[in-house]
């Protein structure tokens, strides 16, 4: 080999060389790039997620918070007004008079259709009314006296409402807060001073011959009312059983004596 073909040898192997660096650094680097996009659009989602879950998570504990709060205004009769907060975070506050609808009756009958309860219901049946916290596709709210969660794939309860049948006693339970408040929403990032105020409270002892039962129709909610029936110790069916124009049915055979309390509230904000 001449001096000159091994010089063109030699510079086309470091030209080689070069362009394989080239090759390798943006190979490299387009890895790079692709990697920090991935874990940014991955880790944002993420932190999306966990934000989320904090917040419903917050929400759940606030309005848990609430409902012990506010029951202290259905137990006893000497306490007329409670007051609570909680921060919305983008979250929306929902109150109003049209909700669930519960019907309680006694051997048959609704005692709704009676004095003094009569003042309170309609045809007989207690609108229970609203008062929700939502956020996204997430709903945490306070029914006739307990709590519930709800989302698309349906809902639970978190906090029984007072609807006991106890068997032991022979006696049954049922006391209901129903919200009559002018229909109103708020949207916030800040916190939120929330008030309910006793408006009329209507008690009855009622004899039992045969049954309590409690329908509940118009909701939601009817997996979360279905557990808050069985977990007050009634013969729950979900869907209506025997009656299918109501969403669940509770069922007290054991009770000889029933005591209802009918609590209407105000929610302000």
């Known amino acids: ?35 920090v996009a991935l874990l940014s659009v991955t880790g944002f989602q993420a932190m999306d997620d966990y934000q989320e879950v904090e917040q419903l998570a917050n929400a759940e504990r606030a309005m848990d918070a609430l409902t ?37 009756s006694v051997d048959g009958d609704p005692i709704g259709a009676d004095e003094p309860f009569s003042r309170s219901a309609d045809n007989g049946r207690f609108d229970v009314g609203e008062f929700a916290y939502e956020y996204e596709s997430e709903t945490v709210a306070y029914e006739g006296g307990g709590l519930v969660r709800a989302s698309d794939g349906g809902s639970v309860l978190l906090s029984e409402p007072l ?28 916190g939120l001073g929330v008030t309910m105020t006793e408006t009329d409270r209507h008690t009855r002892l009622v004899d039992v011959d045969d049954s309590v039962a409690i329908a509940v129709d118009e909701t939601e909610y009817e997996r979360a009312w279905e557990g808050a029936l ?40």
């Open 163 to 190: 609807l006991e049948c106890r068997a032991d006693s022979e006696t049954a339970v049922v006391t209901l807060a129903v919200v009559d408040s002018t229909d109103r929403s708020i949207r916030s990032h800040t």
């Open 230 to 269: 069985t977990a007050g110790g009634w013969e729950a069916t979900e869907h209506g059983g025997y009656d299918p124009d109501e969403d669940v049915i509770g069922v007290c055979t054991d009770a000889e004596e029933v005591v209802v309390t009918v609590v209407e509230v105000d929610v302000e904000y």
């Open 68 to 104: 012990e709060n506010f029951n202290d205004v259905l137990r006893y009769d000497g306490i007329d007004q409670r007051y609570g907060e909680l921060t919305l975070r983008e979250g929306t506050m929902t109150a109003g008079s049209s909700g669930t609808v519960v019907n309680v």
């Open 1 to 35: 080999m001449t001096r000159a073909e091994s010089e063109s040898v030699g510079t086309f192997g470091k030209d080689d060389r070069g362009v394989s660096e080239v090759v390798a650094f943006v190979l490299v680097f387009g890895i790079i790039l692709t990697s």
